[in-house]
């Protein structure tokens, strides 16, 4: 069930009904999940479900939903799967022949693809980029990207990341970086690759930032 990037008014009717119907929910930090029901006034128990336990606790999730119990899956914020926990559980529901829903919701990325002004007819969703190993190959497998590519990327890593991509695609390559999405200090910056790095070296950013860079014409 998708959560709000930002903006708490962003949630769905839906959603809250079925927040407070189910049996449990699973979250990926309680604390930060627990200031979302708190303002929506859901009392539902809440259980942590993260990247560190989700492989040992998906059977007794399974077990619980067998039994006929009902619950909602919840990230820090946007969909449960896209670059945050939940395939697991989804994965092992279906292998259990347990009804799956999605809602509909929040995705960072569609916001960010929209607002930077790039062909989005085509578009490929690239996530976070590895840290270290892998990361110089999964670059390398974008230059020949003729679509629209999306990345996750932390505030630290920024421009490093922005440097990499310059080297890899060239300077004049058009990228946008879309930062904060629906929260107060939203902002989008448009510019080649080289504009882009220059300005968060010299601007560091905060907050969540989400790349967008067009395809090799």
Known sequence: MP?????????????????????????EDTRTSGKL???????????????????????KIAERLLSGEKAALISDAGTPAISDPGFLAVRKCIEEGITVECLPGPTAFVPALVAAGLPN??????GFLPVK????????????????F???????????????????????RQAAVCREISKI?????????????????????????VIVVSGKK
Do not use: W
């Open 133 to 148: 190993k892998g990361r110089k190959t999964r670059i390398e497998a974008l230059i020949s990207e003729t679509r629209t």
């Open 150 to 172: 999306v990345l996750y990327e932390s505030p630290h890593r920024l421009a490093k990341t922005l440097g990499q991509l310059k080297e890899a695609l060239g300077s004049d």
């Open 3 to 27: 959560t709000p990037v930002g903006n708490l008014e962003d949630m769905t009717f839906r959603a809250i009904r079925i927040l407070k119907e189910v049996d449990f929910i699973l979250a």
């Open 37 to 59: 029901l708190k303002h929506y006034n859901i009392n539902t128990k809440m259980y942590a479900h993260h990247k560190f336990n989700e492989h040992t606790s998906v059977n």
């Open 121 to 126: 007819d085509r578009f490929c969703f690239e």
């Open 185 to 209: 200090h939203e902002e989008v910056i448009r510019g080649s690759l080289e504009e882009l790095q220059t300005h968060y070296t010299n601007n560091p950013p905060k907050g969540e930032i």
